[in-house]
Structures are given as structure tokens and as C-alpha cells.
């Protein structure tokens, strides 16, 4: 029965989180353009409005545009999470989104009160004030002509911004005659075109963002009861439960899948897509992000596809099985298939270029590999330590080995890799540096050296312990072996044959420097005083007693609910205790003969403790690995540098749907 239970177990357990460290991009960009000169020092100054058109609000994308002015990503990522007190900036952004939790795209979507299609915009809301040396007291006459119909006028005061839709695909001349006393008017005129660029992301759950779901589990701060495959009191365990929950919490009395298991999951994780574990947190998202901040004259078209679990034949090219159930206060959804990642994106293109024919992918940004060589089961054989768990799961086939992963990188990562430029070769125009491959970071060093092992992280699992042996086999495997191939494939270097120069990747690995100081067992000073009171260094962290367990199962004295997912923290990786106090996942999508019998099942104890993201990188590892990809991108897209100065202003009154948006 529990060989039964087990076999799906860590197959969706930690999908990867591993590797590289240097971008290789394209040898030139094309500058940015500057704003026309004029003889008397002024200038027309505009910019997109809302320019990441995944937020349908401007006020999400001012927090990001404001915190990322003369910051990295990272340092973005840091001031918000001490700014939301640890609680994630993500969570109120959630609800306001042009894709919706199922990962359907809002045609049309409703972005600051104006219906726009999402993938194939009409017009772009923009925003434009005349800057440099302007008379004091001045009047500015604006001429505004898009070529559709007679120029728009409007005349005030030469402070005043100007509020008004472009239309996308042909440019609008701007003309500004300025007077001031008894001085000739001045004319300054500059040309409107913006450049909306669609960016997909694909790959695996470090391309997703697994381990920093949007809004992290709220957790009580009495006890839940888990079996261990030991059986009988002896085998029960306590760790915090979730907020708000009003069934039994004791093992004695079982909860089985319904009212109550639906009442357990509606109080868990939420992620912007449930099935594939997609997060706002995610290097793709946050790429995407910053270069819509960066970049005041272009809107970005962001389309993730990235899916947790997946692997190039299974995600990628193939089907793959969902991993959570979307569950909301009225209903719960458990898609169990995913549509194939490249077959997804080929229909979107194919529905934009129904409508705009010119249409195309400008940039993927694509991770993927480590679930290939079953990286799981390298994690699985690392942590489970305890003799009747990994007896289990080495005959499960769970537990793998760092020789069966050195096997499938020779035997199908290669050919794999062919596979996957076949099919996104006709997405990109035939030009494969149009991906940006980001590859893995090391999650598993600390100075360089393999981190020591032990039980700090991962005591919240009776079974579990990182054995320092085996650890630093996977650590050397990882960083010797399995990183510089990825590399090789990227780059149709070191052997791997390619079709041509267009099949060569953009690459970039240069986060995994920075990486190799912020494995999973970083610690600090400045660490999250809950985290450093109440972790346990030595594996002490939850009383063993199950009548005391059953009422605060910390053995700090605190309280779980003062556990804050999002802080900064030395470690970038979450480790197994991060794993179930950000998410405690209960992946109802697992195969029907894995689901255990009731919530407080064995199985579910080791789901819980490492589903939700264990060994995967925290909202910061994902800062730092967009910080990497950010240069590569924009050097791909041919962006230059980013623009010096952001024009900002309230947004404009919404315009009548029926009819063209004018001046204002």
C-alpha cells in the first residue's frame, strides 16, 4: 500500500534548483534613442503608463517602477519584503492580473478602466509633458496626430501632463507651441511609437518560481497530527497547523477527502497559477518586470508558461500532470493535465498574428534540464535519512543516485536538447538567441565549499537529515558535471553538434557566483530573529512531546504564525522548514493511487514538508538570477541602456469605452 502511496512522491517532490554563471549575449544592442534636441532647451518627455501589461492596474506597477529607480532587482526585492513586513508585496497584486488562477489569458482585459486585448494591443496609454528649460508662466498649444482622422488640440498651462492612447503599430507626430508673455511662440515636436515586446516563459519550477507562492500559508500556532510510516503512537508527530482550521487535528480521528479536506485546502498557499506552481516571485517574472520599469518607451506582453515538475519531453514538448488543485471558497479544480508549454505558446502566437500579422515572440526566457537527469531523486537521496522512509523509497525507485543522474545527462539530456530546438526553432523566426537561457543556481554551497549538512532546515520531517557524504557528492556533481553541460548544450559548445550559429542560445549563469555564498544552509546575523530563535541549528526545533506538540509545537516559545516567508535572509534556498511554513502543500493533482486515505496520512506529512519548494530559491535567489538575466535580455531586444528619466503622474480619468481615448 505505501510502495503505492510513495511512487508519485518526489517525482513532483523538488522539481530542480541547481546552477550557472556568465552571460553570453549577442555582440551589440542598439542605443537607445535620445529625445530630440532643440535649439531653446526644451523637450517633449513621454512614457508608456502601466507598461507591464500583466498588472491591470498602475498602481502595482509604480510599487516596482519606484523601488527598482537606481536599485538592482535584488535590492528591489529586499526594500519591499522589509516594506511589507515579510508578507510579500505579491499577495495583493494576486487578484489583479490579465491571466487568470487557471492560466488563461483575459481577452479582453479591463487595464485602468480601457478594455485592451492582451496579446495583440490597439494603443498604449501614454503619458507626455514638455520638460528642460520652460518659461515660467508659460502656455503650451499641444497638436497630437495619430493619421486616423483630424489632430487633437489642447491648450494649458505648460506644467500641465498630457493624458492620451497612441495607436500601436504606426507613430504619432507630437507638436508643442509654447508662449510665454510677449516673446514668438516656440515650436518643439518629437514622434510617439511605442514598441510593445511579447516575452513567453517556459521551463521548469525554477523557471515558475516554486517556493514563493503569492500568497504564503497563514499558520496557526497550535498543532497538526502526522502519521509516520512507523504506525502507532509512537509514529505521530506535531507541527503548526493552518489558520483557520476547524476539523480534527489530532491523528486518532481521520479526515477524509471532503467537507473538511476541501475546508483544510481552501486555507493553504495561493499561487497565480495552482497547477503549475507559478509565481509572481519567479527570475521570469521579474525580468519581465524590470525591463518594462527600465524602459519608459516600450510596453511588455509577458505570457508565462512555466510549469513546476516539468521536464523537456514531459512539459515542454509533452502533457504534463498538474501539481496542485485550484481551490477557491466555492469550488476546487484539479486540471489533472498541462497542456505541452511549447504547444501553448504556438497558439498564442498563432492568435495574435490572426489579428496582427507582424506579430511575433521577441524573447524566451527558458530554464530547464534538472528534472531531466530526475535532480529529485538526487535531493531525495541526500535528505531522507531515517531507515524505514528511504527503504521505502529506494524501492519506490524515489531514492536516486548521483551515477543514474550522470547516466541520463549522456544518455538523453543531448538528444532531448535537439528535440526542444526543433520545436521552439519556428516560435523565434529561426533564431535561437532570441531564448535567453538562464541556468541553475548551486543551491547547495555556502563560501564556495558544499554546505556541512545535518539537521538545520530540515527537522520538520522525523525522516529527514542532509548527509554530509552524499551531499557533497551531489554538490561536486552538480557543480562540475551537470552546470557546465547545460552550458554546453545552451551554447552548441564542448562537443554538442547544432544545426548552425542560430541554434547557439543566449546564456547566462553569471548569478551563480553570488549563489555560492547563499546555499540552503546560510545563516546570519541579520537573519529574521524568528528564524534564528526558533530553526534550531542542531535539529531541536519541534518538541517531540504529542501532548505538548498538539498545543505549540515550537520549542522556541513563539509563535509559528510570527513566521514571515518573505524577509531577507542569507539563504537563498528554501530548505525543508521554509517549505512548510511558506506552503505546506497537499498536491491533490497526484495520481489517484498515490493520495493517501486522509489529511493526516504519512504521505502527506513528507508532501507537505517539501512540495511547496524545498531546495528551490527564494524570492531573492530570484532577484538575483533576474539581475543576471536582465543585461542579456535587453541586449537581445536591442534596448541599450536603460532610459535616465521616468515621467510620473496620476493616472487620467477613465475614457468612454465607445469611443477613442483623447487628450485630457
Not at 529527514?464 to 551531499?471: E, I, Q, T, V, Y
Not at 506538540?549 to 525543508?576: K, Q, V
Amino acid at each position: 500500500m505505501y510502495r503505492l502511496k510513495i511512487v508519485f512522491l518526489f517525482l513532483a517532490l523538488l522539481a530542480p534548483s541547481a546552477q550557472a554563471q556568465t552571460a553570453v549575449v549577442p555582440p551589440t544592442a542598439v542605443p537607445a534613442a535620445a529625445p530630440p534636441a532643440t535649439d531653446n532647451g526644451m523637450q517633449i518627455s513621454w512614457e508608456v503608463r502601466n507598461r507591464f501589461r500583466l498588472f491591470r492596474e498602475e498602481r502595482d506597477f509604480l510599487i516596482h517602477s519606484e523601488t527598482l529607480a537606481g536599485r538592482s532587482v535584488l535590492a528591489s526585492e529586499d526594500a519591499l519584503e522589509v516594506q511589507s513586513e515579510g508578507r510579500g508585496w505579491a499577495r495583493n497584486t494576486l487578484s489583479r492580473l490579465c491571466i487568470d488562477l487557471a492560466g488563461r489569458v483575459s481577452e479582453p482585459c479591463t487595464r485602468d478602466g480601457v478594455k485592451e486585448s492582451y496579446l495583440t494591443p490597439a494603443d498604449h496609454a501614454i503619458t507626455m509633458r514638455l520638460t528642460g528649460i520652460v518659461p515660467v508662466g508659460a502656455i503650451c498649444a499641444w497638436t497630437i496626430d495619430d493619421g486616423a482622422g483630424a489632430p487633437r488640440q489642447f491648450t494649458g498651462d505648460c506644467g500641465e501632463p498630457i493624458n492620451f492612447r497612441a495607436p500601436y503599430g504606426r507613430p504619432t507626430a507630437v507638436s508643442v507651441d509654447v508662449s510665454s508673455g510677449t516673446d514668438a511662440p516656440q515650436r518643439v515636436t518629437d514622434q510617439i511609437a511605442v514598441r510593445d515586446i511579447f516575452i513567453a516563459g517556459l521551463g521548469d519550477s525554477i523557471a515558475s518560481g516554486e517556493g514563493n507562492p503569492d500568497r504564503p500559508v497563514p499558520l496557526a500556532d497550535d498543532g497538526f497530527c502526522f502519521r509516520s510510516y512507523l504506525g502507532g503512537s509512537a509514529g505521530q508527530y506535531f507541527r503548526p497547523s493552518r489558520a483557520g482550521y476547524k476539523g480534527s487535528r489530532a491523528c486518532d480521528t481521520p479526515d477524509a477527502f471532503g467537507t473538511t479536506m476541501q475546508s483544510w485546502l481552501q486555507l493553504g498557499a495561493q499561487w497565480f497559477n495552482a497547477a503549475c506552481h507559478r509565481s509572481l516571485y519567479s527570475y521570469q517574472t521579474r525580468t519581465a518586470l524590470a525591463l518594462a520599469t527600465q524602459y519608459q518607451h516600450i510596453a511588455v506582453t509577458y505570457l508565462p508558461l512555466a510549469c513546476s515538475g516539468a521536464t523537456i519531453t514531459e512539459g515542454l514538448l509533452g502533457p504534463l500532470r498538474a501539481r496542485e488543485c485550484l481551490v477557491t471558497k466555492t469550488a476546487m479544480n484539479c486540471e489533472t493535465v498541462i497542456s505541452p508549454q511549447i504547444a501553448e505558446l504556438r497558439n498564442a502566437i498563432s492568435a495574435a498574428k490572426r489579428r496582427q500579422p507582424e506579430r511575433q515572440i521577441d524573447l524566451v526566457l527558458l530554464s530547464v534540464g534538472a528534472n531531466d537527469i530526475n535532480f529529485s531523486g538526487l535531493v531525495a537521496d541526500v535528505i531522507v535519512d531515517k531507515g524505514t522512509e528511504r527503504a521505502l523509497f529506494q524501492r519506490a525507485g524515489i531514492v536516486g543516485s548521483v551515477d543514474d543522474s550522470r547516466a541520463r545527462m549522456a544518455r538523453d539530456l543531448p538528444q532531448r536538447f535537439r528535440q526542444l530546438r526543433d520545436g521552439l526553432r519556428p516560435l523565434v523566426g529561426g533564431d535561437l538567441s532570441r531564448v535567453v537561457f538562464v541556468s541553475y543556481g548551486n543551491p547547495t554551497l555556502l563560501n564556495g565549499a558544499p554546505c556541512p549538512g545535518g539537521l538545520a532546515g530540515f527537522d520538520i520531517h522525523p525522516s529527514f537529515n542532509a548527509d554530509p557524504r552524499r551531499l557533497a557528492a551531489t554538490a561536486g556533481f552538480v557543480q562540475n558535471e551537470f552546470l557546465p553541460q547545460i552550458k554546453n548544450l545552451a551554447l552548441c559548445s564542448g562537443g554538442v553538434l547544432c544545426a548552425g550559429n542560430s541554434d547557439i542560445m543566449t546564456f547566462v549563469d553569471r548569478h551563480q557566483a553570488p549563489f555560492e555564498d547563499h546555499g540552503f544552509c546560510a545563516r546570519a546575523a541579520s537573519d529574521p530573529q524568528f528564524d534564528q530563535e526558533c530553526f534550531s541549528a542542531t535539529g531541536g526545533s519541534f518538541t517531540p512531546d504529542i501532548v505538548e506538540g498538539a498545543n505549540n509545537p515550537m520549542t522556541c516559545g513563539r509563535a509559528a504564525s510570527e513566521f514571515r516567508a518573505y524577509l531577507p535572509r542569507a539563504r537563498w534556498i528554501r530548505d525543508a522548514n521554509d517549505s512548510y511554513f511558506t506552503a505546506m502543500t497537499y498536491p491533490l493533482a497526484a495520481k489517484s493511487a498515490a493520495q493517501p486515505s486522509d489529511i493526516h496520512d504519512a504521505t502527506w506529512g513528507v508532501y507537505s514538508a517539501v512540495y511547496g519548494g524545498a531546495i528551490h530559491p527564494t524570492a531573492e535567489g530570484h532577484a538575483a538570477m533576474a539581475d543576471a538575466a536582465l543585461p542579456a535580455a535587453a541586449a537581445v531586444l536591442g534596448l541599450g541602456a536603460p532610459d535616465a528619466t521616468i515621467v510620473r503622474e496620476p493616472i487620467s480619468p477613465v475614457q468612454p469605452q465607445d469611443k477613442p481615448a483623447g487628450v485630457n
